[in-house]
């Protein structure tokens, strides 16, 4: 399995990392699962449908994070990814703190997967 990250993604890890220090490695076990299993799986990930691409869209709504302790339940990312089962490759496409930003950037999902 191969793993990409487009340029947005990268842009969202930096920003975030300033703040939250162990993001970077938060996201290396994300990896490390995603590596083994990287199909949705309910209630931790879900298909994003309707966006009218050919491949399979997945948002992670529950990444913990070692700077969150004593935060609560509420508190975590959500990770936008492509998986392309064919391929056997995974494109991170976005990150972001889901007390800051609501849903998903599906603009940004179409303009990288025409």
Sequence with gaps: MKIEE??????????LSKKYRTLPEDIEVVKKVLFVS???????SFR???????????????IASKSFKGKGVNSGFRLIYAHFENENRIVLIELFYKSKKEIEDKERIMNNFK
């Design 6 to 15: 487009i340029e947005e993604y990268k842009k969202d890890l930096k920003r």
């Design 38 to 44: 990287p199909n949705e799986r309910p209630p931790f």
């Design 48 to 62: 994003i449908d309707n966006l009218g691409i050919e491949t399979c869209v997945i948002i992670v709504k529950k």
